[in-house]
C-alpha cells in the first residue's frame, strides 16, 4: 500500500532563518507530488506541483522554493523566512486509478515563524 | 481562475441528526471534479466524496451525499445520522478536468462540524 511522510510536524523558527521541510511517498513510482499551504483564515493554497524528477511548476508568487531530488522525494525550502510564511503545509501525492485519479495528503506541517 | 467559497466558517449539529454544508465556485470551464474533503484533528486530509460535473446525478457514499447544482454553481454536502467522529474540518475543492493526472486543487476555507453527543 501507498503511504505519505511530511515532517516535521511541528516547526518554530525565527524570521530571516532558512527553512527545509521534507514528503517522501512509498509503494508507488512517478507520482504526481504537490505542496500546499493553508494560512490563517483562508483555504488551502497551490504552492508547487512536480510531474518529475528535477521537474517544478510554480503556482504563486512567494518566498518558498521547491526541489525534488528523487522520485519519491519532494522538499519546500527557504533561504529566509519572513513572518507570513507562518501557516499549515500539506504534502500531497496523486495517481491515476483506472478513469480518475485521486489525491493523497500528508499529516501536514504547522510552521510558526516567530 | 476558478474560486471556491464556503460560506459556512462554523456548524454543529445533534449527533444522529443531518446537516448540511454549502458549497459555491465559479467557473468558466464546463468540465470539472468537485470534492468533499475532511480533515479531522489528526489533520489527515481524507477524501469524502467526489462528483464529476458531467454527471446530473448526486454523488453518494454512506451517509454522505452532495447536492449538486451545476446551473448555480453550487455543491453542497448533506451527512446524515451525524456521528461524533464526522467531527472534523470540512473542505470543498474544485479540479479541472482536462488535467488528467494531475490533482491541482483549489480549495474554499473550510466549515469547521461540530457535533453535539
Known amino acids: 500500500s501507498q503511504t505519505i511522510h511530511q515532517w516535521p510536524a511541528t516547526l518554530v523558527q525565527p524570521v530571516g532563518s532558512p527553512l527545509s521541510l521534507e514528503c517522501t511517498v512509498e509503494?508507488?513510482?512517478?507520482?504526481?507530488l504537490y505542496w500546499y499551504r493553508q494560512a490563517a483564515g483562508r483555504g488551502l493554497q497551490l504552492l508547487f506541483y512536480?510531474?518529475?524528477?528535477?521537474?517544478i511548476s510554480s503556482e504563486v508568487p512567494q518566498n518558498l522554493s521547491a526541489s525534488r531530488p528523487q522520485d519519491r522525494q519532494f522538499i519546500l525550502s527557504s533561504k529566509k523566512l519572513l513572518l507570513s510564511d507562518s501557516g499549515f503545509y500539506l504534502c500531497?501525492?496523486?495517481?491515476?486509478?483506472?478513469?480518475?485519479?485521486?489525491?493523497?495528503f500528508g499529516q501536514g506541517t504547522r510552521l510558526t515563524v516567530v | 481562475a476558478q474560486t471556491v467559497t464556503q460560506s459556512q466558517p462554523e456548524m454543529s449539529v445533534q449527533e444522529a441528526e443531518t446537516v448540511t454544508l454549502s458549497c459555491t465556485y465559479d467557473?468558466?470551464?464546463?468540465?470539472?471534479?468537485l470534492f468533499w474533503y475532511k480533515q479531522p484533528p489528526s489533520r489527515q486530509m481524507i477524501l469524502v466524496i467526489r462528483?464529476?460535473?458531467?454527471?446530473?446525478q448526486n454523488a453518494t457514499e454512506n451517509r454522505f451525499s452532495v447536492n449538486f447544482q451545476k446551473a448555480a454553481k453550487s455543491f453542497s454536502l448533506k451527512i446524515s445520522d451525524s456521528q461524533l467522529g464526522d467531527a472534523a474540518m470540512y473542505f470543498c475543492?474544485?479540479?479541472?478536468?482536462?488535467?488528467?493526472?494531475?490533482?491541482?486543487?483549489?480549495f474554499g476555507t473550510g466549515t469547521r462540524l461540530t457535533i453535539i453527543p
Open positions: 467557473t468558466s470551464e464546463s468540465d470539472y471534479y
Open positions: 462528483q464529476e460535473a458531467y454527471k446530473q
Open positions: 475543492a474544485y479540479r479541472s478536468a482536462p488535467d488528467f493526472g494531475n490533482e491541482k486543487l483549489t
Open positions: 500531497a501525492w496523486s495517481r491515476r486509478v483506472r478513469y480518475r485519479t485521486e489525491a493523497f
Open positions: 512536480s510531474v518529475g524528477i528535477g521537474q
Open positions: 509503494g508507488t513510482s512517478n507520482p504526481n
